[in-house]
Structures are given as C-alpha cells and as structure tokens.
C-alpha cells in the first residue's frame, strides 16, 4: 500500500470539511446522512470516517473550522476584513452555525461535544486576545470587546443569509473603531 503524505492527507481532510458542509447546510445535522456525505465527497464511508470518529466528529469539525477561519481574518487583517469576508461568504457556513446554535441547546450530548473543544481551545483563545492587546480600548476587558464584534459579525452574517440589504461595511467598520479601538493617550 503506498504511503500517504502529510499534505495530501490535509488537503483530503479539507476536501470532506468542504463537501460536509455543503451537506449539512443543505439537510441539517439529521438529514446528513452517511450516503450523502460519500456522494458528495466522492468517498466511502471508510475513506471519510478514516479522519474523524464519526457524523459528530465530523459536524464539530465543519462547525470549529469555518469559526477559526473567520477568526483568524478578523486578527491577521482587521475587523474590515471580516466585514468584507462575511458579506461574501457562503450562506452555506451560517446555516451550519445555526444548526450547531440549535443541537447546542437541544442536544445534550452534542453540547458536551462543544464544551470539551471550547475547554481544548482555551490557550488558543488566550493567545487570540493577546493579538488584540493594544489594538482595543483597554478599558473595557477583552472578552467584552470580543463578544461585542462577535455579535456585530454574527449579526451581519445573519442579514446575509437572509438575504437583508447589507449596510455600508466602511460605514459600519467606522463605527467599530470609533467604539472600540484603542484611543490615542
């Protein structure tokens, strides 16, 4: 049996998130059965659970990834680049928010699923709010901040999907850094 690279095995395993994704988007969690995912990804049901554990493994990761993503916009090139990016986004990541949103409140099993990654994340999360240091008022604690855009993204992200009239994102992001960027001493 040929060896498999480390890159090839990244890309495969980006390749089923994407596929995923899409599927999740298009039947929710329930509806996401395993013979749609083979016929999206092209895989078997060997090939695709060879890189998680199962359908819950596989949502957690579509879900913390499209997250991180996001995220990692917003501290490498601005709260205006999330904007930008969010206004164009698939409509397909918010749906698979939105369903984690519901299995989070209804599913107890999934929700220790998310408390145990949330728990994993943690130094990711100390190390996020440090990139903010300096870059926010520092009169307000960090995570305050970091939920306040969190919920203006989400928000946008919401009107997006819905298909709503989006705002002036430079106008938007204006208020933003009016609000919660660090001010000159």
């Not at 984690?100 to 709010?129: K, N």
């Not at 008022?137 to 939920?147: I, K, S």
Request: no cysteine.
């Amino acid at each position: 049996m040929p060896k498999v690279s480390e890159e090839h095995k990244l890309r495969r395993r980006d390749e089923i998130l994407a596929a995923a994704q899409r599927v999740f988007a298009r039947h929710g969690y329930e509806g996401a059965t395993v013979r749609r995912l083979e016929e999206e990804t092209g895989l078997s049901r060997g090939a695709i659970f060879s890189y998680f554990d199962d359908k819950g493994a596989l949502f957690v990761a579509v879900v913390a990834e499209s997250s991180d993503r996001l995220v990692e916009i917003w501290l490498e090139r601005g709260f205006r680049a999330l904007l930008d990016a969010l206004a164009h986004e698939d409509p397909d990541w918010l749906a698979v928010q939105l369903e984690a949103a519901r299995r989070i409140r209804t599913d107890a099993s999934f929700r220790a699923r998310i408390e145990r990654l949330e728990r994993d994340v943690e130094g990711i999360r100390a190390d996020r709010y440090a990139r903010l240091r300096g870059t926010v008022r520092d009169d307000v604690p960090l995570p305050v901040v970091a939920q306040f855009l969190s919920l203006l993204a989400n928000g946008l992200a919401l009107a997006r999907v819905t298909e709503d009239e989006l705002p002036d994102l430079d106008l938007l992001n204006l208020l933003v850094e009016t609000g919660v960027a660090a001010r000159d001493p």
